[in-house]
């Protein structure tokens, strides 16, 4: 089958290269012409684990293309999902405007039937927009589709390539027939292809991803408690994973969540509440305890110097929202930097991936260290931001010959407690005690 793919961020060209994987023959189109020049070289422009390998086989095979030219795609294909960006305004509603915007240019462009899929995250109601907005420009026959992706970054070619589920929101038994075909690949292997209606399916992705934010952020809050009460959230943690009822996904506390899902998806539905007359409650606390829990490691910070840490020298591991992504959008990494900043800290960061990301939003305001170890070199104390592996397993002797303080604060309890005791290290996590407290 012939498919367009509008918009080629993680989504977007994830889902296209997987289409074409399938044997399709997937055009993708973006506006940003020195971006799409590069895809034709075989440059991709976002990193995520094992993407790279499957987009060059599949330019190879000619099944994969790219193109600035909308009306040339359009014309090829039958089906176009739309995987465009939808940010947060400053209330928190969901910005439609390039979805629509496209939706208005393929209304105008079309000669032939199409199956106009929403791969966007978007709010309730969305697919009826699409639909009134090319309908005003067009009097041939279209079907508009929700099929809300579920894709984890730094995961997201293995789950794009085996979905736990497959989702379809769509009223036209024609376009159901055209997406069941487009996914018979995943269904002959067992995946189940879920059809409902299109505001089900779209209420679907917010759903799972409020869900999950709830989750992150309840074991936050049980994290601190841990800490008051002298638990041990990893205790906690797998007692409460081994029940089936909740499973173990999702459980391991930190500085809070960030990147383009978690934070984005948790406003809208709120504000989505909001102009419905409902109160989500239970969003709004979370959305208050994880700004709140980003940072929470900073007063720490400012405890075991003694209240004030300008001109002290704090090196950041990890500045990616998650591993195995270059994505720094909503990182927490970005809020300790600016509140450390603010009280008079010097950072210098090591995050070889998504150091580039950083260098646009922050240029020289921090250094930046070319390895892990080099970050260290005369630092007062050590940040742990995110859980890239290569930090896992250190060499805690050549820390402390680098560092002026053996200070460590964790905010992806990277390492068991006993490690850095037996290395003579300060090392605080979250939800559980502290360890070398004599050596502040």
């Given at each position: 089958m ?5 918009g080629t961020?993680?989504?977007g060209?994830v ?6 994987e399938?044997g ?21 422009p976002?990193y ?5 390998e ?43 405007s390039y979805?629509?915007?496209v ?9 032939d ?7 966007s ?15 005003s ?18 995961f ?11 989702v379809?929101?769509?009223?036209s ?6 997406m069941?075909k ?5 269904t ?24 999950l934010?709830?989750k992150?952020t ?7 408690y841990?800490?008051k ?6 205790k ?7 029940d ?6 999702f ?6 969540y960030?990147?383009?899902c978690?934070?984005k ?18 969003l ?15 007063s ?10 300008k001109g ?8 990616a929202f ?19 900043l603010?009280k ?6 090591y995050?070889l991936i ?12 921090i ?9 260290l070199?005369?630092?007062d104390?050590?940040?742990i ?6 930090f ?8 402390a ?11 992806r309890?990277m ?8 290395k003579?290290?300060?090392?605080k996590?979250?939800g ?7 050596t502040r």
């Open positions: 012939n498919i367009t793919i509008v961020g993680y989504v060209l889902t296209g290269t997987t289409l074409a399938l399709n023959s997937v055009y993708c189109v973006d506006i940003d012409e020195k971006k799409v020049e590069g895809m034709k070289n075989g440059i991709v976002i995520e684990p094992n993407l790279e499957m987009f060059l086989r599949n330019i190879q095979s000619e099944r994969l293309f790219f193109t600035t030219n909308l009306k040339e795609a359009l014309d090829k294909s039958e089906v176009v999902y739309l995987a465009l960006p939808t940010p947060p305004g400053e209330d928190g509603s969901a910005d439609l979805v629509l915007k939706a208005n240019d393929i209304g105008e462009m079309m000669t039937y199409k199956v106009v899929v929403n791969k995250t978007v709010p309730v109601g969305t697919a009826d927009r699409v639909r009134e907005t090319i309908s420009k067009t009097t041939i026959d279209f079907d508009v589709v929700s099929n809300p992706e579920f894709l984890r970054e730094g997201a070619v293995e789950d794009s390539m085996n979905p736990a589920r497959v379809v929101g769509s009223s038994d024609k376009a159901k027939d055209i069941a487009i996914y018979q690949p995943f002959n292997t067992g995946i189940p292809i879920i059809f409902m209606d299109e505001k089900s399916s779209e209420l679907t992705k917010y759903a799972s991803n409020s869900f934010a709830v992150i309840f074991m936050n809050e049980i994290a601190n841990c800490e009460v002298g638990a041990d959230v990893d906690v943690r797998l007692g409460m994973g081994s089936d009822r909740i499973g173990h996904r459980l391991f506390p930190g500085i809070g960030g990147g383009s978690f934070p998806d948790v406003k809208a539905l709120i504000k989505s509440g909001k102009d419905d007359d409902f109160n989500f409650q239970i709004q606390a979370t959305e208050k305890v994880n700004i709140s829990q980003k940072v929470i490691l900073v720490e910070i400012e405890k075991y110097f003694g209240g004030n840490i002290k020298k704090i090196a950041i591991w990890g500045l998650k591993a195995n992504t270059d994505d720094i959008r909503e990182a927490s990494s970005l809020d300790n930097i600016a509140l450390l603010e008079g800290a010097e950072i210098v960061a995050d998504a150091e580039e990301n950083v260098k646009k939003l922050l240029g020289d305001k250094s930046y260290a070319n390895t892990m170890y080099d970050a070199e005369g630092s104390a050590l940040f931001a995110t859980e890239w592996p290569e896992k397993n250190p060499n805690f002797d050549l820390m010959k680098k560092m002026n303080n053996k200070a460590i604060f964790d905010g309890n390492f068991p407690l006993e490690v850095p005791q037996q003579g290290f300060f090392y996590s979250i559980r005690k502290t360890v070398g407290e004599e």
